[in-house]
């Protein structure tokens, strides 16, 4: 005769209805403090996600100019983004970069920019970014966007003492067909804002983060060129530091 021992009698019954109904009601519980506080976890991992974006993009330059002898190309020109009021105050867009700077640029490896294109009257979705519609062309005559304002000029450079007064600041976008982004390079992806707000959203505002180049010298024979940092067009203008990031996240 088999003896069969309470515990494996009990666990051969399965779960009863009740049971059933507990766990299920446990289970809608927790799917109820997830989903309404999504949002805010949403959030929150994305701010944590770009704190050190700026940084991640320094250290991704700097590995590709050691690695390679040169910095990424087709950097997105800046010329047509929708950037913020703050932000676009401080530049000069559409700058057509003279041949000396073009070329000063070009050994650094700025061969290529993106020449960006107009959105269309309406965006094709929450995701769409003007660097979806664009246009490779040599950096040479190129038009782009340079550094005018002082306040982000001394954020930039703020040793200014000893140049000569030839100083330029060009900026361009980190967009999805920079070398510095996907293949073996040390970014996967453009780095882009997310959020909810309206100014996060990408039919009516330029995503990207950017890179500041500076070329400087008395003479086409003297001219030399520098990578400076990287910027974060936020409402308030151009940002140098992480917090830059918490502009774009919502209350």
């Keep these: 005769m088999k003896l069969h021992t309470l515990s494996s009698r009990a666990s051969a019954r399965g ?47 700097s590995i590709r100019y050691t690695t390679k002898g040169s910095y990424p190309s087709g950097f997105d020109n800046l010329a047509l983004a929708s950037l913020p009021t703050n932000a676009l105050a401080q530049l000069e867009v559409g700058v057509a970069i003279s ?19 107009p959105y269309p009257a309406t965006a094709p979705d929450a995701t769409w ?21 002082t306040t982000l000029i001394n954020k930039l450079v703020p040793n200014t003492a ?26 996967l992806e453009a780095p882009t804002r997310t959020g909810t707000s309206e100014q996060d959203a990408s039919s009516t505002f330029y995503q990207r983060y950017c890179v500041a180049f500076l070329v400087d010298g008395a003479s086409a024979a003297t001219r030399k060129g520098r990578f400076i940092g990287v ?21």
């Design 15 to 61: 779960l009863t209805l009740i049971e059933l109904v507990v766990v299920l009601a446990i289970l809608v519980a927790l799917a109820g403090l997830i989903i309404g506080n999504f949002p805010s976890l949403l959030k929150k991992a994305s701010g944590s996600t770009s704190a050190n974006t700026i940084q991640d993009i320094g250290r991704a330059m």
């Design 162 to 187: 000893g140049y000569t007064g030839t100083l330029r600041i060009y900026v361009f976008g980190v967009g999805k067909v920079c070398t510095l982004v996907g293949g073996d390079s040390t970014l």
């Design 129 to 149: 970014s003007v660097s979806d519609v664009t246009n490779l062309v040599s950096i040479v005559g190129a038009n782009v966007a340079q550094v005018t304002n």
């Design 99 to 117: 041949a000396t700077d073009a070329g000063v640029l070009t050994n650094l490896g700025l061969i290529q920019v993106v020449n960006l294109m």
């Design 231 to 251: 910027v974060a067009p936020t409402a308030t203008g151009f940002e140098v530091t992480d917090d830059a990031t918490k502009t774009y996240q919502t209350n």
